[in-house]
């Protein structure tokens, strides 16, 4: 399995989200994101000839979309917090 980091900055005010969510303090959350991941054009079931051929037809990007299921909240420095319970790929479980 690969482990992944995401670091996401930005201003928020919190009377606005607060406003929004209620003034609750932790709220059930959903974020999608989409990332690029390069596979190769043709693909062969041994290493060896796998990269000879990534080499000589080269890769495509694909875009994969996921979505992340968790908890929002403030922390006490005023800075938002999100907990991953769930990740998604393409609706499936990762």
């Keep these: 399995m690969h482990e992944a980091t995401l670091t ?3 201003a928020i005010n919190k009377d606005m989200v607060d406003l929004i969510c209620g003034k609750a303090e932790i709220s059930p959350t ?3 994101f989409a990332s690029v991941d390069y596979v190769p054009i043709r693909t062969h079931k041994k ?3 796998r990269k000879k ?3 000589r037809y080269g890769t495509k990007a ?3 979309k996921y979505e ?3 908890f929002a909240r403030f ?3 005023g800075e938002y917090e999100f907990e991953i319970q769930k990740m998604y790929k393409r ?3 990762i």
């Design 8 to 10: 996401l900055e930005a």
């Design 30 to 32: 959903v974020l999608e």
């Design 47 to 49: 290493k060896r000839i």
């Design 53 to 55: 051929w990534a080499k």
């Design 62 to 64: 694909v875009n994969r």
């Design 68 to 70: 992340a299921h968790g």
């Design 75 to 77: 922390n006490d420095a």
């Design 91 to 93: 609706g499936i479980l």
